[in-house]
């Protein structure tokens, strides 16, 4: 055959238009399989894929979720790469979750002010509400994404007009710090007073009585009474010394509040001015305290206990004062008696629970007028623990349960030959094996 | 035929040393790896029992064997793909094998399984290693069977990569060369890609290697390979009929 130019042009144009087709058949192929988004998780329990609730959820909002991720690299790794592989299945899920990495080490007032105290920490935001995240976990993720988009509407009702302490107050015991916090979490505040107002329904609302200071009247007390009755839920501080003529609302709820106050000595060997202050340390088992990690402190506190008969179901939530005591003469240079008194620890914070025909009414009994006022919120860890309490009352039921994905490869118990064997024969002997194959063979053909 | 071609370079592979020094050279330093991580994860085994969602044998233990893996591999199958193709023409023995009874697509595709068939034997060694532990606890099966997946079609690619690249010239050290510049660039544009919606990511193998060390097997990911794979062979062989023809 003979070649000639136009041959060669020919064959030239003919390889240029292959190579086009073969380019786009391949970026046809890519692209179609990109399209397909089918990816097999091999990991034991699908370690990697999050639930069908999840993706659910995921799916009903709309809103985009902006995530602050806290992280840097510490002694145990790089805390970036842990974070970013524990959001990327929830970015896949939803295009629009945008995650932004801050150094608090070069960022220290971010991180401040978004209160982060952990390597790892993330800032969730959603519908200008946020929320903190210290554990990467599916279900703590998730039902924090529930609690900031608030499916269900239900309001935080302070009562007033008493003495109460006042969610728009700012003074020392009021309760203006924690209304702004619950407020950039997504919680809806209102007041009542009775002068004014009528009583809040009870399925939607949860009501809140901070401490009177003076007495209700015998029909507000009754308007209470009625509310607690017809399923509503309560978040009672109570005043040390005096229940403002709610003993009744006490009955009620099957709890008894003897008087006197709660006596830690050891809390003055911690620095705090007096022993009516108490440290609390330990928690009881319900889902208000099982996160909590920080200790607790009840100035001016008292006493809850359950009376025997209570359609309630009564839970310690705070025990204090281990060492201490409950004292019901007076505190001046007050001693522990065996006869009057009441040996620690004391339980100073409860959780009753009853079933009504509807729901599950909830109540949170708090024995000190003071722990989550202004002057005490940001005391230890006060904060968390009312929100944790806010959090289950106004008790969202679409809360989810997710379990941890099981692991089969958590432990390893080599003897000490299997460990020899490895070292030695993956290290030293197959490596050295193959050098000497490889010599071998030059060493033959050379002779060859 | 093919089977001939590819039983016929893997002896040639094997009867110089440069194989075996290639396989010395990746299980010292892969082994080197995984004995110095299981190493890490006996010692943090009590504090991760503690920790819920910490990460298991098998991804501390093992799956750093494939993210160094995938490094050996960028470095040594330039020196395996080099001669594959321009030794044949610097020394001759390309006319016989265009001049036999056999298409330039059994040659390349010859040459390629053996080429796949070395990949395996690597990918064996990591298996036994990652197999080793068993004999004091369980592991992730799956994620291991993903990692090996995807080193195996990342090694494939590459594989593909060298071999065209080694049609290009006469000269190995220069196919040896320009393969590893390639790669190297791959590299590059992996550790450029940071941000996760840039299209380089949808374009870096390396990247893409990342979804099968965290156990997932994407079909878009094992498509991209094979494309990859199928498109450097095709124009391999598309190279040589050319050259056939102005022979």
Not at chain 1, 65 to 78: H, K, S, V
Not at chain 1, 258 to 274: E, Q
Not at chain 1, 355 to 368: A, L, P, W, Y
């Amino acid at each position: 055959m003979k070649i000639t130019s136009r041959f060669r042009t020919g064959v030239l144009v003919q390889n240029g238009i292959f190579l086009a087709l073969l380019l786009a058949v391949s970026v046809l192929v890519v692209f179609l399989a990109q399209q397909s988004n089918i990816k097999l998780d091999l990991t034991y329990s699908q370690r990697n894929t999050l639930t069908d609730e999840t993706l659910a959820l995921l799916q009903d909002i709309d809103a985009p979720i902006e995530i602050t991720a806290f992280a840097f690299p510490d002694a145990d790794g790089d805390m970036q790469s842990v974070v970013s592989k524990f959001l990327t299945p929830y970015q896949a899920a939803k295009s629009d979750i945008r995650v932004n990495f801050v150094d608090p080490r070069e960022e220290p007032n971010i991180a401040r002010q978004a209160g982060v105290t952990k390597n790892g920490e993330l800032r969730i935001k959603i519908n200008e509400r946020s929320e903190n995240l210290k554990s990467h976990s599916e279900q703590d993720l998730v039902n924090l994404i529930i609690r900031l988009m608030r499916f269900n509407k239900r309001v935080v009702v302070g009562l007033i007009g008493h003495g109460e302490g006042d969610l728009r107050g700012q003074g020392s015991r009021d309760l203006g710090d924690l209304a702004g916090q619950l407020t950039a979490r997504g919680f809806k505040l209102d007041t009542l007073n009775f002068a004014s107002g009528g009583m809040p329904n009870p399925g939607d609302n949860v009501l809140l009585i901070a401490s009177p200071t003076s007495d209700l009247l015998p029909g507000e007390t009754n308007r209470i009474k009625r509310f607690v009755d017809n399923g509503g839920d309560l978040l009672w501080f109570v005043e040390p010394n005096k229940t403002g003529k709610l003993d009744e609302l006490a009955d009620l709820i099957g709890i008894e509040l003897p008087l006197g106050i709660v006596l830690d000595p050891g809390a003055k060997l911690r620095g705090l001015p007096s022993a009516t202050f108490a440290l609390a340390a330990h928690y009881g088992k319900h889902p208000i305290t099982e996160k909590m990690e920080s200790n607790t402190l009840f100035p001016h506190s008292r006493m809850i206990v359950p009376a025997d008969d209570g359609e309630f179901r009564f839970a310690p939530l705070v025990e204090v004062a281990e060492q201490g005591w409950f004292e019901s003469g007076d505190i001046k240079n007050a001693t522990f008696d065996p006869k009057s008194d009441i040996k620690g620890p004391i339980v100073v914070a409860a959780a009753l629970e009853r079933n009504t025909k509807e729901r599950t009414q909830r109540i949170v009994v708090v024995g000190s007028a003071f722990a989550f006022s202004n002057e005490y919120l940001s005391s230890l860890g006060n904060s968390d623990l009312a929100l944790g309490m806010l959090n289950w009352l106004s008790g969202d039921e679409k809360l989810i349960s997710i379990a941890p994905k099981s692991r089969v490869d958590l432990n390893l118990d080599l003897s000490p030959l299997a460990v020899s064997l490895i070292v030695n024969g993956f290290l030293v002997v197959l490596p050295l094996g193959f050098i000497c194959a490889g010599g071998l063979i030059w060493w033959r053909r050379r002779r060859a | 035929m093919i089977f001939t071609i590819a039983h016929k370079e893997l002896k040639s592979m094997f009867s110089s040393p440069l194989a075996w020094v290639v396989l010395a050279f990746v299980q010292g330093v892969i082994a080197y790896v995984f004995i110095g991580s299981l190493n890490g994860f006996l010692i943090a085994q009590a504090q991760l029992a503690r920790t819920p969602n910490a990460a298991g044998l098998t991804e501390i233990a093992i799956v750093p064997m494939f993210g160094v893996g995938q490094m050996l591999l960028l470095m040594s199958i330039p020196l395996l793909t080099m001669r594959l193709i321009s030794e044949e023409k610097r020394n001759q023995t390309m006319a016989f094998l265009i001049s036999a009874p056999i298409s330039m697509t059994q040659i390349i595709v010859g040459k390629f399984l053996a080429m796949a068939t070395f990949l395996f034997l690597i990918l064996l060694l990591i298996a036994c290693m990652a197999l080793s532990v068993t004999a004091g606890g369980t592991i992730d099966s799956g994620l291991l069977i993903a990692n090996l997946i995807g080193l195996f079609l990342l090694g494939i690619s590459f594989a593909a990569i060298g071999i065209y690249i080694s049609c290009l010239t006469t000269h190995p050290v220069v196919a040896a060369i320009l393969s590893l510049a390639v790669f190297l660039g791959l590299w590059i544009i992996n550790l450029a890609s940071s941000n996760p919606e840039s299209w380089l990511n949808v374009v870096s193998l390396l990247k893409r290697f990342e979804g099968f060390m965290n156990g997932f097997v994407g079909i878009a990911d094992v498509a991209y390979f094979l494309v990859i794979t199928c498109f450097f062979l095709v124009l391999s062989i598309r190279r040589l009929d050319s050259e056939r023809l102005r022979a």
